[in-house]
């Protein structure tokens, strides 16, 4: 049995009494050693075994850890050598709703932020200060996963930041010319995309409850602008509908890569540095830098940055571990309602009749998907049991 010198750290004391619940083993000081630097941040400097020793822990892993719980608040922390994460369907769906709530006001501040700094730039900059807000949580994750990803994984965690990058950016362009309300519902029919995408790299037919869904979200988002006349499409709606593209490719490399690879926060890491070194190179070659620009940008570049990046594309990720990617698309789609009422509430934009049903069928659309399958589910279940009260 393992023993520990005195005086002990209470984090090692812990870490050891919590590996001893383990039937007929005893852990071994290795064990107590990873469980420590993983569990309770304690920086394996400090550790002394043959004795243990020392009485640190390591800034960055406190940060991990409260960071990734403050995310993540509703899923059990995962003991290390018994893996008994609470997240289930309908938590995970109701992180992506929160995603979407977020998303949806985030087009209030991206909307403010073109009146002061170049769209791409703004983009470089919201995606650099996501990519330093998850810095914790990689490390936090990196202990607790130590196997090293491999060069598929890298390159394809790039490619799911390529896509962002894309989708950022000609969303951000296009919201110099339409609306915060506009933006929202078109970027929700990225939702349409999905399970076709899903589709075409997967070989996975999507369910027949998702494609009415889809249908259904599409009408609603179709009555969004101007009473869904074609003809008075802006060229910003144009380039929103043309970033659906990239972030439906995007959703669906994520849901790939989560089934590869449990490493969601390096994902959204991988992603949003990717999004900010390319758009910092575009930005700076193509649009002008004006520091009094950024300096007004800076409450819109703080709140996309931290809110609708570091938390919102995180709690994405975490949450398509447990949601498949077109349902997990329907559920976030419900952005565009948040959007409209946003731009309606702040800056007054017109939601007519017509956009208020919109409204409804896009969120007609997510419930469908959601309670569809255990209705049908359920249809079976009472046929069935009406078929063996009736044999004759």
Request: glycine share 8%; aromatic share 6%.
């Amino acid at each position: 049995m393992l023993r520990l010198k005195s005086p002990a750290h209470p984090t090692e004391l812990q870490a050891h009494e919590e590996l001893q619940i383990i039937p007929e083993r005893q852990a071994s000081v290795k064990e107590v050693r990873q469980h420590a630097v993983v569990a309770h941040g304690v920086l394996p400097s400090t550790l002394d075994y043959g004795g243990v020793q020392g009485t640190g822990r390591s800034p960055v892993g406190v940060c991990g850890l409260l960071w990734s719980k403050a995310l993540t608040g509703i899923i059990r922390e995962p003991n290390l050598m018994h893996s008994t994460g609470s997240m289930n369907r309908l938590r995970a769906d109701l992180l992506l709703l929160l995603t979407a709530f977020i998303w949806g006001t985030a087009f209030i501040a991206q909307k403010s932020a073109n009146e002061s700094m170049g769209p791409i730039l703004f983009v470089g900059a919201r995606f650099l200060l996501s990519t330093l807000a998850v810095l914790p949580l990689v490390w936090y994750e990196a202990r607790k996963h130590p196997l090293a990803l491999t060069r598929k994984d890298l390159a394809q965690a790039g490619l799911v930041g390529v896509c962002l990058f894309s989708g950022a950016s000609l969303q951000q362009i296009g919201l110099v010319t339409t609306t915060a309300t506009n933006g929202g519902f078109l970027t929700a029919l990225y939702v349409v995309i999905v399970p076709f995408m899903v589709w075409l790299l997967t070989r996975r037919r999507p369910r027949s409850v998702v494609v009415l869904a889809c249908v259904i979200s599409i009408a609603g988002a179709w009555l969004l602008t101007d009473n869904g006349l074609a003809k008075t499409w802006s060229l910003g709606d144009l380039l929103v509908i043309a970033a659906d593209v990239a972030w439906a490719m995007g959703i669906t490399l994520i849901a790939v890569f989560l089934q590869r690879t449990d490493r969601p926060f390096f994902l959204s890491f991988a992603q949003y540095a990717v999004t900010a070194v390319l758009a910092l190179v575009c930005g700076l070659i193509f649009e002008p830098l004006v520091i009094s620009g950024i300096t007004s940008a800076l409450p819109a570049i703080l709140y996309a940055g931290l809110l609708s990046g570091g938390v919102a594309y995180t709690l994405q990720i975490v949450a398509q571990k447990h949601t498949p990617a077109a349902e997990a698309a329907l559920i976030m789609s419900l952005e565009s309602v948040f959007a409209a009422l946003a731009g309606a509430l702040l800056l007054r934009e017109r939601l007519t009749p017509l956009a208020t049903v919109g409204c409804g069928l896009i969120l007609l659309g997510v419930l469908v998907v959601e309670v569809g399958p255990t209705l049908l589910q359920r249809m079976k279940e009472f046929r069935a049991d009406a078929q063996n009260s009736n044999p004759g």
